[in-house]
Nanobody
Framework: QVQLVESGGGLVQPGGSLRLSCVAS????????IGWFRQVPGKEREGVAC????????EYLDPVKGRFTISRDNARNVAYLEMNNMKPEDTGVYYC?????????????????WGEGTLVTVSS
């Protein structure tokens, strides 16, 4: 069983930055595809960024390309989402998710393990 714990959410002004962290336990992080997903009330959960298990290929939702960066520290079993030049539409609950086989931002339902989420609010 894999446990994921997110941290780093909060309130940030438009144009600001945040870094989310996801600590994984139960399996080594390099055994897992890891991704970040977000959800706002009334909308479906959407994939923001993914890092694959085997080759660390990354995948991003178009609106965050060039602004968000997913990374992982396999030695510490921590994944990160660096968010820069943030916009109000980035507001939502951000979830870390993991899967023993892969990660795709287009198929959140395929992810095996989920954290509890951390709230990000972008507002002036």
């Amino acid at each position: 069983q894999v446990q994921l714990v997110e941290s780093g959410g909060g309130l940030v002004q438009p144009g600001g930055s945040l870094r989310l962290s996801c600590v994984a336990s139960g399996l080594p992080l390099d055994y897992l595809g890891i991704g970040w997903f977000r959800q706002v009330p009334g909308k479906e959960r959407e994939g923001v960024a993914c890092s694959s298990r085997r080759d660390e290929r990354t995948e991003y939702l178009d609106p965050v390309k060039g602004r968000f960066t997913i990374s992982r520290d396999n030695a510490r079993n921590v994944a990160y989402l660096e968010m820069n030049n943030m916009k109000p539409e980035d507001t939502g609950v951000y979830y870390c998710a993991a899967d023993r086989y892969s990660c795709s931002i287009y198929v959140p339902g395929a992810m095996e393990y989920w954290g509890e989420g951390t709230l990000v609010t972008v507002s002036s």
